[in-house]
């Protein structure tokens, strides 16, 4: 009996572990991933629902850890623990499954970032190494001797976050400058956009501008789960269960 | 008169521009007998009279210099190494990473060119790595006091342009601890600096070079640059403990309202400095390092302090 509990308190430590909510945006869409009832919501940037769609017809067992959207036509969804990813199409109906863990042996983490048309970025379950795989050809890219909090990577670069620093790369992985943060923030993970770089710190939010190299705090009541567009900063309070916006 | 124009040198033989050209002078041997207060008595930047017997050319005399940097001599206590002089701005260097700002050794070098009346710049590179809050305090309270503060990147190529345009056809001096991106700016001011640099350095660690002696460079853009050696410690020569308040600007500007004339702003009653470092009106860091020069000034009076005779 006693192992049953605990078995049981493990996997709902493991369930709670991870997030339930993912944001993401492409174009004036944003993606609210609700990664337990496997459902995607999207808002557009007045955060009014557009479309609710059910997810659990692509995978009926394990859980969805992120959601991207590359182009209109391409779409991914990942499910860490099992190692698989899921390439959707313009309908956000299932298309591929590319199953990482039992082809190439490797965890992944849970955030993967698609760079070109048939080229995705993955990195491993342990945050120490950062592949590409193109055409279900696994390419380890870097590997971190301290483990990486989080990373993000769109067409302008791959920006990993560590526990001191920022490193960024370009989008052929020439090591382009270190940014400097303050460490004693606790920062947890990382969004990039045009004019500069977010970074989630637990009730805040933290801007690095681009242009003038300049760090912008602002304190809000909401979770780690965030995304941004131009200037205007997207998360969804798990106290409300409400998607929210600020104006920086 | 042959006048010249110093550009560097060794203590004995030193590289002058002479009617437009670079040429090798010695010393003459009166002024090695000049040098009991000073070690090295000619420096860049300084304005000489040639002598020449239609062959050779002796430096004779160094003209009266308008200002000077310098500092304690690493041997030889009470000597004076003078490191470049008729300066038109000091260019000081600091970055925001490795080596991080360090506001103890900017405000002993802002006092000094103060005490000097050489124009001084600040520049904070490697702003590719961010500014964070703390130095965006910093520089924020040297622009409030009046400092011009440019921030740059030679990574990013951010203000480069400002720099050359202060340094067009003028002498200006980077000062800087090791490491702050000196050469570097000075590269991308003029890329065959780099090259002017390998051409006349003697010194090399493991390929990668680093300034080791003070000289003046001829740059593509009219003006000279003086390329300073690292420096991690700056005296302050030829400086009074007592008349360090004049050479804080936002300090001096308080002095007449203090309840004594001579208040050293210390812990003197009814100062007008120390209520102003309490309520933020000056910056809190500036009345720390203004304390901290101060009581380094006072301590080592009897080897800073010497005045010119």
């Avoid at chain 1, 391409?74 to 309908?91: A, C, H, K």
Wanted: a neutral charge.
């Amino acid at each position: 009996m006693k192992i049953i509990f605990f078995a049981i308190s493990l996997m709902i430590s493991q369930l709670f572990s991870r997030e339930n909510f993912t944001l993401s945006n492409f174009g004036d869409q944003i993606y609210l991933l609700n990664g337990f009832d496997k459902e995607l919501k999207i808002f557009d940037m007045n955060l009014t629902l557009q479309k609710k769609i059910s997810l659990k017809n692509i995978s009926q067992s394990g859980f969805f850890d992120f959601f991207i959207r590359y182009d209109p036509f391409r779409s991914y969804i990942v499910d860490s623990e099992s190692g698989n990813i899921f390439l959707l199409d313009e309908n956000l109906a299932l298309k591929k499954r590319l199953e990482i863990e039992k082809s190439h042996g490797i965890r992944i983490y849970r955030k993967v970032f698609p760079i070109d048309y048939n080229s995705l970025l993955i990195a491993s379950y342990e945050k120490d190494k950062i592949y590409t795989l193109e055409n279900n050809f696994l390419k380890e890219r870097l590997s971190c001797d301290d483990g990486f909090i989080d990373i993000y990577a769109d067409r302008n670069g791959l920006y990993i976050l560590f526990e001191k620093m920022i490193s960024v790369y370009s989008p052929e992985g020439i090591f382009k400058n270190n940014i400097i943060i303050d460490k004693t923030k606790n920062y947890e993970s990382i969004y990039p956009t045009i004019s500069g770089i977010f970074i989630k710190s637990p009730n805040e939010v933290t801007e690095f501008s681009f242009s003038s190299k300049k760090f912008k705090h602002l304190k809000y009541d909401g979770s780690s789960v965030f995304t941004a567009i131009d200037s205007l900063f997207y998360y969804f309070s798990e106290d409300s269960l409400k998607l929210k916006a600020i104006k920086l | 008169m042959n006048k010249a124009l110093v550009l560097y040198g060794n203590g004995i033989d030193y590289t002058v521009s002479y009617e437009g050209n670079e040429i090798i002078t010695h010393l003459k041997g009166r002024l090695l007998h000049t040098t009991k207060r000073s070690h090295h008595p000619v420096c860049p930047g300084d304005f000489v009279r040639l002598e020449t017997d239609g062959k050779d050319y002796v430096l004779a005399e160094v003209l009266p210099r308008i200002n000077k940097i310098s500092r304690p001599a690493n041997y030889g206590i009470r000597k004076e190494q003078v490191i470049a002089s008729n300066i038109d701005y000091l260019i000081l260097v600091a970055s925001v990473y490795s080596p991080k700002l360090n506001t103890g050794f900017l405000d002993r070098i802002l006092a000094y060119s103060n005490m000097q009346q050489i124009e001084t710049k600040i520049v904070v590179n490697k702003i590719d790595y961010g500014i964070c809050d703390e130095e965006l305090y910093y520089i924020d309270g040297y622009r409030k006091i009046g400092y011009e503060v440019i921030e740059t990147s030679v990574l990013e190529n951010i203000n480069i342009e400002i720099i050359n345009e202060i340094t067009k056809g003028k002498i200006s001096a980077f000062l800087g601890n090791s490491g702050v991106g000196k050469s570097s700016l000075l590269n991308l001011i003029d890329p065959s600096f780099k090259q002017k640099v390998n051409d006349t350095s003697s010194y090399s660690l493991k390929g990668k070079h680093t300034t080791k002696q003070a000289r003046l460079f001829k740059l593509s853009n009219g003006g000279y640059i003086l390329d300073t050696p690292g420096i991690r410690e700056f005296g302050m020569w030829n400086m009074d403990f007592e008349e360090l308040k004049n050479f804080f600007p936002e300090i001096y500007k308080l002095s007449p309202e203090c309840k004594y004339q001579n208040c050293l702003h210390t812990n003197e009653p009814g100062c007008a400095v120390i209520k102003a470092a309490n309520n933020g009106e000056i910056p809190e860091f500036r009345y720390e390092n203004y304390l901290k020069i101060f009581q380094s000034l006072y301590e080592n009076r009897h080897l800073y302090f010497k005045k010119d005779q």
